[in-house]
Every structure is written in C-alpha cells, then in structure tokens.
C-alpha cells in the first residue's frame, strides 16, 4: 500500500522593503519547490501577496485568504513557505490557520523546519515566534514614525519618488535641481494661462522630459506635481512650513489647483474639445445641454455642401443648431472685446489662501470615513453619514470658491490681449480664456435661411 504524497500549497509574499528582507517572489517559490521536492512533497497550488504588508491589522492578502480555503476544503494538507514571517506576523492569523488545520495534520515546511500544525509543541513554538514577530514590526513602526516625527518638526521630508526623489529635488530632498525647476516653474505658468494638463504632459514628453523614474513626462506626472505642496515650500499637509525653499508661488499653486480640479466651466470639457472652441461650452438655450460638434458633410443626393455645426444632440430637443465658424468668431470677438476694453475691469486675485490644503484635508477625512463605514457601520452609521454629508457641503462650498478666483485669476492673466495674440494662443487656453468669461446660451435661429444673428446668442459674463 503507498502512502499518498502530502497535497502542499506554497505561499510567497514579498513585503515592503521596510519590512527587511526583499527576496523576490519568484526566487522564494524556487526555493519553496525544491524543499517540497527534498520532502516528496506535490506542489498543488501557488499563493503569492506582491508588495502585502502582513503585520498591518487592516492588511488584505487575497493569496493567503485563497490558500486558507484550499485548507479548509481539503484541497491542501501542507504549506510550504521562504520563511515563517512570510507567512504570518500577527497572532490571530496563525490562529486562524491552526482553526482550520484542527485535526487535519496540515504540515508547515520552510528551509528553518518543518512543523506539524496539529502537533501542540508545534503550535507553541509558532505562537512564540509569531508574537515576536509582531513585536518586532511594532518596534519598526515605532522608529519610522518617531523618525518621520523628527523630520516633521525640522521641515523636512522623506526625498521620495518614484525614481528616489521628487522631480524638481535632489535626493536630500532639500536642494533644487536648477533645470528641473525651471520646468516645474513653466508648468505653473502653462496652467496658469489655462492650458491642458495633456497638452503641457505631451509637449514635455516630445521635448525629452522625463521624469525622475526615467519615464517620458505623462499626465499623472504632471497633475501629480500641480498638486504636491512641496513645490511651495509646504509639508505634505499643505500647512506646515518646510525646510526648502519653494520653487513656484503659493498664489499661482493655489490657482493652478483650482484650475485643475474647479468646476467644468473653468477648462470646460466636451466631445471634439480639442478641435473646436465651444464643444461642451456653449449650452442650448432650449434645455441647457452642453452643444457639441456634428462634422460637415456633402450630401450624397443633392451634392450641397453642409458645414460643420454645433448641435443640441438630446434627443426630446434637437432644436438648436449654429454655424461652427461663425459661433467661434462671434464668441471670440467679443472675448478678445472684453479683455482688451479698458473700461473692464481685471479679475480679482483668489482671496482664501489655504483652499488648496482644507480641499486636501477634508477629502482625506472623507476617504477614512468611508473606510469606516463599510467595515463598523453597526450603531454609528447615522454618525458618519452625518460627518460625510458636512464635508461634501463643505467641499462642494470650497471648490465652487475655487472655480470662481481661478477663472477671475486667469482672465486678468489675458487682460490687454489682442485679437491676432488671442487666436495664436493654444486652443486648450482659447477655451479656458472663454469659458472663464462667459455663460454661452444659443437660443434657436429667429429666422430661416442662412446668416448668423448675434441676437440668438446670449452671453451672461460670469
């Protein structure tokens, strides 16, 4: 009679980096199968946690879950893994482990020994070292905050980054790279005049910008370097004053904020947005949809030539069409008439310094409460929901703040501009520049046939 070969599971999990070792997923389940081959052991299944922390009480590891199923259905009666705080660094879930192992002889097998998760010496000795694990990543966790504590109060921070350090920064964090932050410094100028954030990623990537990780500049970068702090002399927190010197001003970072994340009538988006200046800016004045682009054609029976229009395109109104070239010169006339009058007045400066940061805070909040929500509802739903509720309407209040002193900001930036500088600028900014100064309603034509009546659009200065 043969004896059937133990069924194992491997378990790979490679942790942070700051968790100490970092040998790689693939080298450990290497090194799992040839122990499970020197114990003739059949390898029946593969769990790996890439990059889990496994000490952390909120911690989820899918690999783990899966393989205490397999446990639990039978399908597995021995784990082999690299070593034993890879697979468990808090007591309950060895606990948990031995629960389901209860009277199955699951075996446990590392290149340090193999141990028998129904033997109760076993199971003592596992429990020791995996409270001295927990111990152990306590006292980590310990260092590393009072350590980020200390540079905390100092002003300063960890250099970071993807590549080691934040564009713009050398490794200490502290010292600017010269040609980095002129490029930080034209980025704030560029979104300041209201150009995309695509836009400016793709022109930087075309001229060989790259980012500290060695990747052509992209959009996540370049939003990720409007929003960071640390380009105005702030801790991450927005607040606290940092040890370096800022590299752009608090007003212009501010702004830039707000231009990118205000209200869609500051870069007001739209189907063909990139080729015509009113797509999902101009609204029908019958139903308030935004108007898009309907491209001209010829039509196939009677040869006519129809130009290129904006249309209202919700199908209970279709009522409202217009003439792209004349709208866009009729629109941008009378911009360029505002902006260059001296008689208009210029925008006002944004007059709340610290939105940026109370937007930040308070969305972080918002997160941790819906964090809280879905995992301890019981008896303290009507709290959250009470606490979610005040920061939207807080929130919904600071952004519409927001979107007003930018749009302001970025029409005095274009005060004085003249019609030939006003068509030669960027259409992302042509945009921005319009939608900062008008509410745009096309009634329907008042009369049949072609021509363009003014007296069919309403221009609402905002």
Excluded at 78 to 103: C, F, K, M, S
Excluded at 110 to 127: K, V
Excluded at 197 to 226: D, Q, S, Y
């Amino acid at each position: 009679m043969t004896t059937k070969a133990p069924q194992a599971a491997i378990y790979c999990r490679l942790s942070l980096a700051r968790d100490g070792d970092t040998t790689k997923v693939d080298d450990q389940e290497r090194i799992c199968r040839e122990l499970a081959e020197r114990l003739s052991w059949d390898v029946a299944e593969v769990y790996t946690d890439n990059s889990r922390s496994a000490w952390q009480k909120n911690r989820k590891r899918p690999g783990w879950d899966a393989m205490l199923d397999a446990v639990k259905a039978g399908r597995v009666n021995a784990i082999v893994v690299y070593h034993g705080d890879r697979l468990v660094r808090q007591p309950r879930d060895l606990e948990d482990l031995l629960d389901l192992a209860h009277a199955k002889g699951v075996r446990l097998a590392s290149p340090t020994g193999t141990r028998n998760l129904d033997n109760d010496d076993d199971q003592f000795i596992l429990g020791i070292e995996a409270n001295m694990a927990r111990r152990e990543s306590a006292n980590t966790s310990r260092r590393m905050k009072a350590g980020v504590e200390r540079r905390r109060r100092s002003g300063l921070v960890t250099a970071g980054g993807r590549g080691g350090r934040l564009f713009g920064f050398a490794t200490d964090g502290v010292t600017h790279v010269p040609a980095e932050a002129d490029i930080v410094r034209g980025v704030f100028a560029r979104v300041l005049t209201g150009e995309g954030i695509r836009f400016i990623a793709r022109e930087l990537a075309a001229e060989g910008v790259t980012t500290t990780a060695g990747k052509p500049m992209h959009p996540l970068a370049v939003r990720r370097m409007v929003a960071s702090p640390r380009y105005v002399g702030l801790m991450p927190d927005g607040e606290s004053a940092a040890a370096w010197e800022p590299v752009v001003d608090r007003g212009d970072w501010e702004t830039a904020n707000a231009l990118m994340t205000g209200h869609a009538y500051v870069l007001a988006p739209g189907h063909n947005a990139r080729k015509y200046l009113l797509s999902g800016i101009a609204r029908c004045g019958v139903c308030g949809h935004p108007m898009q682009v309907l491209a001209g054609y010829t039509s196939p029976k009677s040869g006519r030539k129809v130009a290129a229009r904006y249309g209202c395109l919700v199908v209970d109104c279709r009522k409202v069409y217009r003439n792209v070239a004349h709208l866009d010169t009729y629109v941008a006339t009378r911009t360029v008439a505002r902006l260059s009058h001296p008689g208009n007045p210029a925008g006002h400066l944004p007059s709340s310094p610290g939105v940026a940061a109370e937007i930040r805070v308070l969305a972080e909040e918002r997160a941790e409460l819906e964090e809280m929500f879905t995992d301890h509802t019981k008896g303290r739903a009507h709290l959250l929901l009470g606490r979610l509720d005040s920061i939207d309407a807080r929130l919904a209040q600071l952004r519409e703040l927001t979107a007003a002193d930018a749009a302001a900001r970025l029409i005095d930036r274009h005060m004085g501009i003249g019609e030939d500088e006003f068509n030669g600028l960027p259409l992302s900014v042509r945009r921005a520049v319009v939608a900062g100064c008008w509410e745009i309603r096309v009634q329907p034509a008042s009369r049949r046939g072609p021509g363009f009546d003014p007296a069919d659009v309403k221009l609402t200065p905002r």
